[in-house]
C-alpha cells in the first residue's frame, strides 16, 4: 500500500473514532456506488450524516479543508442521497460534514489534531 493510502486509511480511522467518541454511530465506511464513494456515512439524533476525510501529513499543499471544492461537495450530496435510497433509514435530516486530520510524520494518534466542519452545505 502506498504512504498516500496508509495515511489515508489512517485518517479515516482517526476521524471514525472521533465521530464515535461524540455520539454518532458509523452506518458504513468507504461506501462505494459506480458515481463515488463517501468516507464515512454517521448517524447522530436520527440525522445521516456523509463525512468527506481529508488527512494531510505536511500541510505544504495546503489545509486539507482547501482540498473540498463546490463541485466535491455538490457529488458527496449526489452519493448521499443515493446511499439513503439503498438504506433501510427513514433520517429526519441529510447532511455533509468534513473533517481534517493533520497529522505530522512522527506524531501518534493521540496528538494528531482532527478539525469537524458540519453542514458544508
Same mark, same amino acid.
Given at each position: 500500500?502506498?504512504?498516500?493510502?496508509?495515511?489515508?486509511?489512517?485518517?479515516?480511522?482517526?476521524?471514525?473514532?472521533?465521530?464515535?467518541?461524540?455520539?454518532?454511530?458509523?452506518?458504513?465506511?468507504?461506501?462505494?456506488?459506480?458515481?463515488?464513494?463517501?468516507? $464515512?456515512?454517521?448517524?447522530?439524533?436520527?440525522?445521516? =450524516?456523509? =463525512?468527506?476525510?481529508?488527512?494531510?501529513?505536511?500541510?505544504?499543499?495546503?489545509?486539507?479543508?482547501?482540498?473540498?471544492?463546490?463541485?466535491?461537495?455538490?457529488?458527496?450530496?449526489?452519493?448521499?442521497?443515493?446511499?439513503?435510497?439503498?438504506?433501510?433509514?427513514?433520517?429526519?435530516?441529510?447532511? $455533509?460534514?468534513? $473533517?481534517?486530520?493533520?497529522?505530522?510524520?512522527? =506524531?501518534?494518534?493521540?496528538?494528531?489534531? $482532527?478539525?469537524?466542519?458540519?453542514?458544508?452545505?
Amino acid at each position: 500500500m502506498a504512504k498516500k493510502d496508509e495515511l489515508g486509511k489512517r485518517g479515516e480511522g482517526l476521524a471514525a473514532r472521533y465521530l464515535v467518541a461524540r455520539g454518532y454511530r458509523i452506518r458504513a465506511r468507504n461506501w462505494r456506488c459506480a458515481q463515488g464513494e463517501i468516507d $464515512i456515512v454517521a448517524e447522530r439524533e436520527g440525522a445521516i =450524516v456523509a =463525512v468527506e476525510v481529508k488527512t494531510r501529513s505536511p500541510t505544504a499543499f495546503g489545509h486539507p479543508f482547501e482540498a473540498i471544492t463546490p463541485a466535491k461537495v455538490a457529488r458527496l450530496r449526489r452519493l448521499a442521497s443515493l446511499w439513503y435510497q439503498e438504506s433501510d433509514s427513514a433520517p429526519r435530516s441529510l447532511r $455533509i460534514d468534513a $473533517i481534517a486530520v493533520l497529522a505530522p510524520p512522527g =506524531v501518534s494518534d493521540r496528538d494528531v489534531v $482532527i478539525e469537524h466542519l458540519t453542514g458544508v452545505c
